[in-house]
């Protein structure tokens, strides 16, 4: 697999202003490539969150997918990164993403002072962007399409101009939240992944990546026109 120094799809017009790039970064997109990443995150308290055999189930195999989904490595996650119900004071409508990308969290408004919140890569350093958008549309084992942009830093991208069929080698897995400005696809999405060691790290070039079996219960509940919000970093 090829991956880009940032995720797909090319920046259009009213777009969040940051670089004409992809999302993942090269190392990502690298066939089961996120070995070596150092996993950062906050302390905290083990008790607070999922055991590991809980986590098991949470994160084992989705074997009815069009791709099976395989189980997830969760002794290669931080405990504070599971998927949890939190106390989340916000004015914000259920429903409503809030991405956290300092503490490496999204976050899913509730009601009534809850969130389901879930651990995420975020974009690296210089990469990282604040303000609203909102989903614009939605796909499953999505096509993904290099830009021009990085066919032109890296040829071998190039064999993918046409679109690279969906799968879990496709960087977007799963499924994928693009996100819209003004009526125009931006460069973000929030995508899904199936290399735990991302997680709780800065990685892309903007976009926000969840655990696949995070990303699928996201999906699930999220309709079109759900506001997101990044704050800043």
């Not at 999405?189 to 655990?211: A, F, H, M, Q, V």
Request: net charge positive.
């Amino acid at each position: 697999m090829i991956m880009d120094r940032g995720i797909a799809g090319a920046m259009g017009k009213g777009a969040l202003s940051r670089p004409r790039s992809p999302c993942l970064n090269r190392r990502a997109f690298l066939f089961g490539s996120a070995a070596g990443l150092a996993a950062l995150g906050l302390a905290g308290c083990a008790s607070d969150y999922m055991s590991l055999a809980e986590a098991e189930k949470v994160y084992g195999p989705v074997p009815d997918e069009k791709f099976p989904i395989p189980a997830v490595d969760v002794s290669k996650v931080k405990p504070q990164y599971f998927r949890k119900t939190v106390r989340y004071d916000s004015d914000e409508a259920p429903g409503t993403i809030i991405i956290d990308p300092s503490k490496y969290y999204v976050y899913r408004i509730e009601g009534e002072g809850n969130a389901t919140r879930y651990g995420a890569n975020v974009g690296r350093d210089g990469f990282r962007w604040s303000g609203e958008a909102y989903v614009g549309r939605k796909a499953e084992w999505p096509i993904w399409t290099p830009p021009k942009e990085m066919i032109a830093r890296q040829p071998e991208a190039g064999k993918y101009a046409r679109g690279m069929p969906g799968g879990l080698d496709n960087p977007l897995g799963a499924r994928v939240l693009y996100l819209y400005q003004n009526g125009a696809y931006t460069l973000y999405t929030i995508y899904s992944t199936s290399d735990p060691e991302t997680i709780g790290n800065g990685i892309t070039s903007g976009c926000t990546g969840l655990l696949s079996q995070d990303m699928i219960d996201l999906y699930s509940r999220t309709p079109l026109k759900t506001k997101v919000i990044v704050l800043p970093a």
